[in-house]
């Protein structure tokens, strides 16, 4: 596996494999199954396999976990090479925005839901990264988990709107064998909290099974699953939304006053959660992003 750590670098690598699919998968490192299950995707499916490691300050507000985000690139390197990886891109943030550097790009309304409410300028920093990185590897396919449901929807809105030559893929949630979706940032639970963490799975799960069974009334699955979590007293509802997959957008009401059902094919279901100082996401969807 090479080891590149400049963008120079890395544009000269591509070149080389001109003729060849790439698959390329952006992280923040500190790999654990949900990262493993992206790349072993983009290894079956493209000749090379590109992987990038770039912890983003643009996406981190000011008083978020920037500094104290999990990094351990000896492990991850060693898991990198177990999968037979091509290329590490490991670039630091003066590589990504050197003195002077001034343009970003904003995906408009879908930035500002969800976890845009509370993360103002996190999108934006988001999108900014991963047309920056999308531009340096150049890769026929790129792979995002549908953990991250917004940030999937909103690339995917990008890479539409700015034509762009490199299709995004969404890979299923990762899950732990409690149900707790896997996240680098589980790591600074303590164990009430990771048992307290449990409550957002579960939520979730119950108003899938209320779905499946008939609940179509959105603000009525929005209550179910904020019922669930107010059972537990470490837990604080950041928020819980249920909208449409493809734009982002409530379900609004008709003339009579009565909300739209969900739609069976077109419908996210996502909440956020902080436990202590740990701010969780998690979801699922009704539909294909
Ligand atoms: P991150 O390092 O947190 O930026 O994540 C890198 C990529 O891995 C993103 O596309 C995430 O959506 C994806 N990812 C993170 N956690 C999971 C998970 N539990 N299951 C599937 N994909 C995930």
């Known amino acids: 596996m090479k080891i590149i750590r400049t963008i120079d670098g890395v544009k000269k690598e591509i070149k080389k494999h001109q003729g060849h699919s790439i698959g390329f998968v952006p992280t ?15 290894k079956k499916e493209n000749d090379v396999t590109v992987v990038s490691i770039f912890v983003n300050p643009t996406q981190f507000g000011p008083n978020e976990d920037f500094n104290r985000y999990p990094r351990d690139l000896q492990r991850d390197e060693a898991l990198l090479k177990e999968l037979d990886v091509d290329l590490l891109f490991f670039p630091n943030s003066t590589e990504m925005y050197p003195s002077g550097y001034s343009t970003y790009v904003e995906v408009e309304a879908m930035g500002k839901v969800l976890c845009g409410n509370s993360r103002p300028t996190h999108f934006k920093g988001v999108a900014t990264v991963v047309l920056k990185l999308f531009n340096i590897v150049n890769a026929t396919i790129a792979y995002f988990g549908q953990k991250d449901a917004q940030q999937a929807i909103l690339l995917k809105r990008m890479t539409t709107d700015l034509n762009l030559d490199t299709s995004i893929k969404v890979i299923p949630i990762v899950r732990d064998t409690d149900g707790l979706a896997l996240s680098s940032r589980n790591e600074y639970l303590s164990i009430e909290e990771r048992e307290a963490a449990l409550h957002l799975p579960r939520a979730l799960e119950k108003a899938k099974r209320q779905i499946e069974a008939g609940l179509k009334d959105a ?10 979590l107010k059972k537990s007293p470490l837990i604080t509802i950041d928020y819980v939304e249920v909208v449409t997959l493809d734009k982002l957008e ?13 739609n069976m094919n077109n419908t996210l279901v996502a909440a956020s959660v902080r436990v202590g100082k740990t701010r969780l996401i998690d979801n699922f969807i009704l539909g294909e992003i």
Request: charged letters at 25%.
């Open 28 to 42: 923040m490192g500190y790999f654990h199954q949900g990262h493993l299950s992206l790349i072993e995707k983009s």
């Open 219 to 228: 603000p009525e699955i929005k209550t179910l699953i904020e019922k669930e």
């Open 250 to 262: 409530n379900f609004l009401k008709n003339q009579e006053g009565q909300t739209v059902d969900v």
